[in-house]
């Protein structure tokens, strides 16, 4: 079973479940989770919300992720689940997902060095990282918007999270790919896979045109 799972935050909430819970019908698709920060963890079923004990600002998504990434792999409700499609609460799913292939790890790859200040004026004040580059090293990975993990890649990440520091890799992305990375895990490359079946409703905010990540949103989601 497929597991498509939407990582939002508690000030974003009521929309995103009103918009998700809308496209999922259209879909005719069951298997979905919408994740917010809370101060206690818990699962609504009948709501499709997974609350996770979190920092719910932007520094702390690496720790939602992986949390959320956890609560799955060990809970009965998605004992079932072989597959997790991670989406942004901006992503519109156009498309099942019906053939993932043999990889543990889809995306579409970044393999450059991309904006160290991409977080700029996404954190909270009281983070100081609003002035403070991004200063660890890269490995390839797959853009956030939109990735794919197996169970052997959720086990990994569960199991490995340890690995890295997720207070200092605040790009939850990256942190994912450095995790399997460490675990002998490697992404392949499904942009044709992810193109078709994802888009944006809104904007991407592109700070630098000449990265490959401002190459990609610009053609899937025809920014000018």
């Given at each position: 079973?497929?597991?498509?799972?939407?990582?939002?935050?508690s000030l974003?909430l009521?929309?995103?479940?009103e918009?998700?819970?809308?496209m999922?019908?259209?879909?005719d698709v069951d298997n979905y989770?919408?994740v917010t920060?809370?101060d206690k963890t818990?699962?609504?079923?009948?709501?499709?919300i997974?609350f996770?004990d979190?920092?719910?600002k932007?520094?702390?998504?690496?720790e939602?992720?992986?949390?959320t990434f956890?609560?799955?792999a060990?809970?009965n409700?998605?004992?079932?689940?072989t597959?997790?499609v991670?989406?942004?609460d901006d992503?519109?799913v156009?498309?099942?997902?019906?053939n993932?292939?043999?990889s543990d790890?889809l995306g579409?790859i970044?393999?450059?060095?991309?904006?160290r200040e991409w977080?700029?004026?996404?954190?909270?004040e009281?983070s100081g990282l609003?002035?403070q580059?991004?200063?660890?090293?890269?490995?390839?990975?797959?853009i956030?918007?939109?990735y794919?993990l197996s169970?052997k890649?959720?086990n990994?990440?569960?199991?490995?999270?340890?690995?890295?520091?997720s207070?200092?890799?605040?790009y939850e992305d990256?942190?994912?790919?450095?995790?399997l990375y460490?675990?002998?895990i490697?992404?392949t490359?499904?942009?044709?896979?992810?193109l078709r079946?994802f888009k944006?409703?809104?904007?991407?905010?592109?700070q630098k045109?000449?990265?490959?990540?401002t190459?990609?949103f610009?053609k899937?989601f025809?920014?000018?």
């Amino acid at each position: 079973m497929i597991l498509y799972c939407f990582i939002t935050h508690s000030l974003n909430l009521e929309k995103t479940v009103e918009r998700v819970s809308k496209m999922m019908i259209s879909l005719d698709v069951d298997n979905y989770v919408i994740v917010t920060g809370s101060d206690k963890t818990k699962y609504e079923p009948n709501r499709k919300i997974l609350f996770i004990d979190c920092n719910d600002k932007y520094e702390g998504l690496t720790e939602k992720v992986i949390k959320t990434f956890s609560f799955i792999a060990n809970s009965n409700h998605f004992d079932k689940v072989t597959h997790i499609v991670k989406l942004d609460d901006d992503i519109k799913v156009v498309n099942k997902i019906k053939n993932l292939g043999l990889s543990d790890y889809l995306g579409i790859i970044n393999a450059e060095e991309v904006n160290r200040e991409w977080h700029f004026g996404k954190c909270s004040e009281e983070s100081g990282l609003n002035s403070q580059p991004y200063s660890l090293p890269y490995n390839p990975y797959c853009i956030g918007y939109g990735y794919i993990l197996s169970r052997k890649a959720l086990n990994a990440i569960v199991r490995n999270y340890k690995t890295i520091d997720s207070q200092k890799e605040f790009y939850e992305d990256l942190a994912v790919g450095k995790i399997l990375y460490n675990s002998n895990i490697f992404p392949t490359n499904a942009k044709k896979l992810i193109l078709r079946t994802f888009k944006s409703d809104d904007h991407i905010n592109i700070q630098k045109p000449n990265n490959l990540i401002t190459r990609i949103f610009r053609k899937m989601f025809n920014n000018k």
